[in-house]
C-alpha cells in the first residue's frame, strides 16, 4: 500500500549537510561571461555524487520518519536503515516509511553521521548509470519545455519534489541533478526553488521563461549562467 502524495520537501530539513564537490574550479569571464577552469587541488574526495543525493534525500523523503525521542542507533544499525531507505520504490512514496530514531531531519542525521551516509548513498557511477539519461539523447523541442515545465508546477502544487536532470547536451557544459520543491508564476516567468546537492547552504532557483519556452539558470560557482533544458527524472518506468 502507498500513501497518494509524500510530506511536502521542506530544504531545511529534507537535504544534506554536506555537499557534492566540484572537482575543477570555475571562473566567469567578465566579458564575455565564458566559463574557464582547473582542476581543484588538493582533489576532493566526494565529487560527481549530484544525482546520488538528490535521489537519496527524495528517498529519505519517500521512506524515512525521523524519531529525535528515540536514541539514536549505532553505525551498522543506521547503515543498515540507510539500505533499507535507499532500496524502496523512487517513484512511490511509502505508506509505512521506516524509523530513524534519535534524529529530527535528514540535515541533522547527515551531519553527525556524515561519513556513513556517504559511503551508504553509493559512487559515482550511480550518477552515470540512470535509466533515464537516454532521453537527453534525443531532442527537446520548446513545446516540450512548456509541457514539462507545466507539469513541474502542478506536481508541486499537488505536494510532489520532482527530481530534474539539468542538461545542454550536446554540449556537456552542464549535465546537473536537482529536487524543485516551491514554484511561483511571477509574470512570465515560473520560479522554481531547489535543492541543489552543490549548494546546500541555501536554496537554488531555477527559472522557466514562457515567452522564449526556455529554461534559465542564474550563474553560481560551477555554471557561467543561461538556457538549459529539463528533464524529469524518477517519474515513471521509462525515466
Known amino acids: 500500500m502507498t500513501t497518494k502524495t509524500p510530506r511536502r520537501f521542506e530544504f531545511d530539513l529534507d537535504t544534506f549537510a554536506f555537499a557534492n564537490e566540484l572537482l575543477w574550479e570555475y571562473r566567469p569571464d567578465p566579458a564575455t561571461g565564458a566559463m574557464s ?8 574526495d566526494y565529487a560527481h555524487r549530484c544525482f546520488v543525493l538528490a535521489r537519496a534525500a527524495r528517498q529519505f523523503l519517500y521512506h524515512a520518519r525521523f524519531a529525535p525521542q528515540q536514541p539514536a542507533a549505532d553505525d551498522e544499525t543506521c547503515r543498515m536503515l540507510v539500505r533499507r531507505v535507499l532500496a524502496g520504490n523512487p517513484r512511490v512514496p511509502s505508506a509505512k516509511p521506516l524509523e530513524i530514531p534519535g534524529f529530527s531531519c ?13 559511503a551508504a548513498c553509493g559512487g559515482a557511477w550511480r550518477s552515470y548509470v540512470l535509466r533515464s539519461h537516454w532521453r537527453m539523447l534525443f531532442p527537446l523541442s520548446r513545446r516540450n519545455q512548456n509541457r514539462a515545465s507545466a ?4 506536481g508541486i502544487q499537488n505536494g510532489f519534489s520532482p527530481i530534474v536532470h539539468l542538461v545542454t547536451f550536446p554540449s556537456l557544459t552542464i549535465n546537473h541533478g536537482m529536487i524543485l520543491f516551491d514554484g511561483a508564476e511571477i509574470g512570465d516567468e515560473v520560479r522554481f526553488s ?3 546537492p552543490n549548494r546546500p547552504a541555501q536554496p537554488a ?4 521563461q514562457r515567452s522564449r519556452r526556455t529554461f ?7 555554471w557561467a549562467g543561461g538556457a538549459l533544458n529539463v528533464i524529469e527524472i524518477f517519474r515513471n518506468w521509462i525515466l
Open 37 to 44: 577552469f582547473k582542476k581543484r587541488q588538493p582533489r576532493p
Open 205 to 208: 532557483q531555477l527559472l522557466y
Open 151 to 154: 507539469k513541474l508546477l502542478a
Open 106 to 118: 535528514l540535515r541533522e542525521f547527515s551531519r553527525a553521521r556524515e561519513k556513513l551516509l556517504k
Open 194 to 196: 531547489a535543492y541543489d
Open 216 to 222: 534559465w539558470l542564474p550563474p553560481n560557482e560551477y
